[in-house]
């Protein structure tokens, strides 16, 4: 049987909903998920920090671990250096965009809101996106670290205050016509480990969605054909940094079976 794992990249515990996801797919898959703690956050640097810091550490993760399989699982890493990465690797690199054209199917009023890291929702690729499947639409957009915070603090099991939830919602409800929007779209994979607060924390009710399931079904399809180990094994969580902090994301992490944590 082939051994191979697929690995999953992430600045941080983001890319965990996008590994949900993918397990549900396919359980047999072996994983490694990396998280590039030594680099959080990604969505307060630059365009151009981003761009020599990933496909470089992805280098040395492929030779390392020897994947079938790449996922780049940050929406600010792949609208900045998926091309990049795709080009220095000769296997398969999928990424993570935002759910646009989900997004502009499903909503009725035709005004969307696309919540983000501050480094995503100013790509001009995020512009491309809106531009080619909700033309029709107004997309309002609201950076936010914050969110990405309270999503790694959940995790590590501390207490967030909802309050939080309703400020950084307001960024985007907050705008000229926000009080429109029906539909959000969680462009950051942290995002939707926190979409409950993010529900109750909303002036009214409107759908969340993100990446996850089609991304989960491009590795499906990719793999197609491929075999896979009886058992996934024990899947392992990698960190480039590591401090007492990760010790506490244990029992998070066994939950998506990641039961093995290792510092590169």
């Known amino acids: 049987m082939d051994q191979r794992p697929v690995l999953f990249f992430d600045s941080g515990v983001g890319g965990l909903s996008v590994l949900g996801a993918a397990r549900a797919r396919l359980p047999q898959m072996p994983v490694v998920y990396v998280a590039d703690s030594a680099g959080f956050p990604y969505g307060t640097k630059t365009e151009r920090e981003i761009a020599a810091r990933v496909p470089a550490l992805l280098g040395r993760l492929a030779e390392r671990y020897q994947p079938r399989l790449i996922v780049i699982a940050c929406n600010t890493a792949s609208t900045i250096a998926l091309a ?117 924390a909303a002036p009214h009710p409107v759908r969340f969605v993100d990446g996850s399931a089609g991304i989960a079904r491009r590795i499906a399809h990719l793999t197609e054909g491929q075999s896979w180990p009886d058992s996934p094994g024990e899947g392992r969580a990698v960190f480039t940094a590591r401090d007492a902090g990760i010790d506490r994301l244990a029992p998070a992490l066994a939950g998506f079976g990641l039961t093995r944590l290792d510092a590169l």
């Open 84 to 200: 990049t990465v795709r080009e220095a690797l000769d296997l398969p690199v999928v990424g993570t965009v935002p759910a646009i054209k989900p997004a502009a199917l499903l909503s009725q009023t035709r005004v969307i809101g696309v919540l983000g890291t501050d480094a995503t929702v100013r790509q001009p690729y995020v512009d491309d996106l809106a531009a080619r499947f909700a033309g029709d639409c107004t997309v309002l957009r609201h950076g936010s670290a914050e969110l990405v915070a309270l999503a790694e603090a959940k995790l590590h099991g501390a207490p967030t205050d909802p309050a939080r939830y309703a400020a950084i919602l307001d960024g985007l409800f907050g705008q000229k016509g926000g009080a429109r929007i029906d539909t959000i779209v969680n462009a950051c994979t942290h995002f939707p480990l926190v979409v409950d607060e993010l529900a109750a």
